[in-house]
């Protein structure tokens, strides 16, 4: 069974960056699409990023531009590179396996 771990969250100012990694152990992730999630206080989860098995990225509306998602099969790990973070981008961000696994979230506050 696949295990989720993510990591790289904390504190960071307006226009700052930070990069979350999500190891995968138990199963390779390379031949899974793969996302990012995000769930502010109040608010539905929602899908930040997704990575394709051979590549192909797809963003929403409210980070393009901003956050990049790759992949590391070797390492049998997923990125998500945020830059110019925004007050709005405080969340707790998941990593998720098409299969329906996730992990335990790591916390993203953006604040001055």
């Known amino acids: 069974q696949v295990q989720l771990v993510e990591s790289g969250g904390g504190l960071v100012q307006p226009g700052g960056s930070l990069r979350l990694s999500c190891v995968a152990s138990?199963?390779?992730?390379?031949?899974?699409?793969m996302d990012w999630y995000r769930q502010a206080p109040g608010k539905q989860r929602e899908l930040v990023a997704r990575?394709?098995?051979?590549?192909?990225?797809n963003y929403a509306d409210s980070v393009k531009g901003r956050f990049t998602i790759s992949r590391d099969n070797a390492k049998n790990t997923v990125y998500l590179q945020m830059n110019r973070l925004k007050p709005e981008d405080t969340a707790v961000y998941y990593c998720?396996?098409?299969?329906?696994?996730w992990g335990q979230g790591t916390q993203v506050t953006v604040s001055s």
């Open positions: 998720h396996r098409a299969t329906g696994e």
């Open positions: 138990g199963s390779r992730l390379s031949i899974y699409a």
């Open positions: 990575i394709l098995s051979g590549g192909i990225t």
